[in-house]
Structure formats: structure tokens, C-alpha cells
């Protein structure tokens, strides 16, 4: 497909997602720049990050740092701000930390040590999400990354006594498994619960990361601050990622 026919199809993808946005807002009662649309371009390519820049989009989200890392480089032009969603080992840390402005996926303590360290030695600050698995137990650990919500105040308090480091909020990704699977209002609706402990104690801790391609309406019915979407704007992905 040549560029031109690229542009056109992101543009028609985008304005129709901005649709949905705008008419989930509208159903909720919300305002519409309640909500920030990050735009998940894993697996795709830089020119497309480039077109979204153009178009207007003005968060991305990555989640392997090996894809990522490059990509973020040919886009360093661009006025965008790169969010990573992925499952993070530590020793990709150091690489994550030079060009991502927020982790959503924040799940353990080795994490947060980690990337407190990196960001002070790259002198920045990252903003950090904790990943709350709604699949998992209680006290444990999600399949698919996150922390059990009994682990969220230890995890928050951590992250915003580390230097280099800002605690925005938590993420999640609607559960396959568990109590929540197949009901994705109440594993929102829970996280904005979640959300309202945490700011209890952290006030500026204000974002909610929820929702996808498939499920966005019920995240914004639900209260989430920021949308990830990948599929309904980029296309179904050649390859898992
Ligand atoms: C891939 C991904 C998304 C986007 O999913 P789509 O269904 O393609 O919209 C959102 N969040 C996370 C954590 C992801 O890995």
C-alpha cells in the first residue's frame, strides 16, 4: 500500500475511534477531553507513528522494548509523548527509560527500583502506572503482568518515595479469566474504586488507564481518564505483539 493510501486509512480508522469517544463521553455525561486516546503502535511501523503525528495523535504506546527502542528514535522529531504497556524486565530498563515519558505497566518492587535508578542516572522523570490484574488473587500476580489490588499501596507509596519517578495513576487490562472475565463494566468500574483509595492517599495520582479496540465504551462509561487503542486504528496485527 502506498503512503497516501496509508494516510487515508488511518484518517478514516482514526475519525471513526473519535467517534466512538466522543459518543461513549456523550452517553456518560463526560466532556470529551476527559478522555486521551493513546494510540498502541506495536508491531507497526515508524512511518505509520510518523502519519499519526501528523494526523494529530499525540500519545503512542510500545510494549517490547526491541521494537520500540528504534522506533522511538526515528519519531524523536515528533511532539509525541511514548507511553510502554508492555511486560518489563529490568534489564530493558535502562533502554525503556531514554525515550518513554510513562510506564503503564508497573508491577513489582524490582521494577520500581530499577527504573527509579535509570531514570535518575538519564536525568528524567518518568511517570509510572501501576498495572492492577484484576485476574489475579488478592495479594498475587496477574498472567499477564499487573499486581493483585492488595498489592497497589505498597507498590504506590514506593514509586512515589523514588527519585526520578512520578506516580500517575493505574492500568489494567480487562481480565480473560477469573470472577471478571466477560464483564468488563465491573473490572473497570472496580479499577476507578481502586482509584479512588489510591488518590486518597496520592491526590495527584489521577490517571485511569482502561480500555481497548474492543472494549473502549466501558472504560469511559466506567470514569478511565486514558484509552489504549490499537487495532481500530492501525489494523489487526500481523503478528502477536
Ligand atoms: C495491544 C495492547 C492494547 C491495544 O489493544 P487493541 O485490542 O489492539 O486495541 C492496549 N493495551 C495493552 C496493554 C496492549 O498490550
Redesign the pocket.
Known amino acids: 500500500m502506498g503512503m497516501k493510501d496509508r494516510r487515508a486509512q488511518l484518517a478514516e480508522n482514526l475519525a471513526r475511534v473519535e467517534d466512538r469517544i466522543a459518543a461513549a463521553c456523550a452517553a456518560a455525561g463526560r466532556k470529551r477531553e476527559e478522555v486521551t486516546l493513546?494510540v498502541?503502535t506495536?508491531t507497526y511501523p515508524a512511518s505509520d507513528v510518523r502519519i499519526l503525528s501528523e494526523l494529530g495523535v499525540r500519545h503512542v504506546?510500545e510494549?517490547k522494548d526491541q521494537d520500540a527502542a528504534p522506533k522511538a528514535a526515528e519519531c524523536s522529531d515528533l511532539p509525541l509523548t511514548w507511553h510502554f504497556?508492555?511486560q518489563l524486565q529490568t534489564n530493558k530498563v535502562r533502554s525503556v527509560v531514554r525515550y518513554t515519558d510513562l510506564v503503564?505497566?508497573v508491577d513489582r518492587s524490582r521494577l520500581v527500583t530499577a527504573l527509579s535508578k535509570e531514570a535518575v542516572r538519564a536525568g528524567r522523570e518518568v511517570g509510572c502506572l501501576i498495572?492492577v490484574a484484576l485476574d489475579a488473587e488478592e495479594s498475587g500476580r496477574g498472567e499477564?503482568g499487573g499486581v493483585g489490588p492488595g498489592g497497589i499501596e505498597e507498590l504506590g507509596d514506593l514509586v512515589a518515595g523514588s527519585p526520578g519517578l512520578r506516580l500517575d495513576g493505574l492500568?489494567t487490562?480487562a481480565p480473560l479469566t477469573g470472577p471478571y472475565a466477560d464483564r468488563q463494566q465491573a473490572a473497570f468500574d472496580r479499577l476507578m474504586d481502586l482509584s479512588t483509595v489510591l488518590r486518597r492517599a496520592h491526590p495527584a495520582a489521577n490517571m485511569v488507564?482502561a480500555?481497548?479496540?474492543?472494549d473502549?465504551e466501558q472504560a469511559v462509561a466506567a470514569g478511565a481518564t486514558h484509552v489504549?487503542?490499537?487495532?481500530?486504528?492501525?489494523g489487526?496485527?500481523p503478528r502477536l505483539?
Not at 211 to 214: H, K, L, R, Y
Open positions: 493513546i498502541v506495536k504506546a510494549n504497556v508492555g503503564q505497566s498495572q499477564r492500568m487490562v488507564s480500555g481497548m479496540s474492543a473502549l489504549r487503542v490499537g487495532t481500530a486504528v492501525l489487526v496485527r505483539g
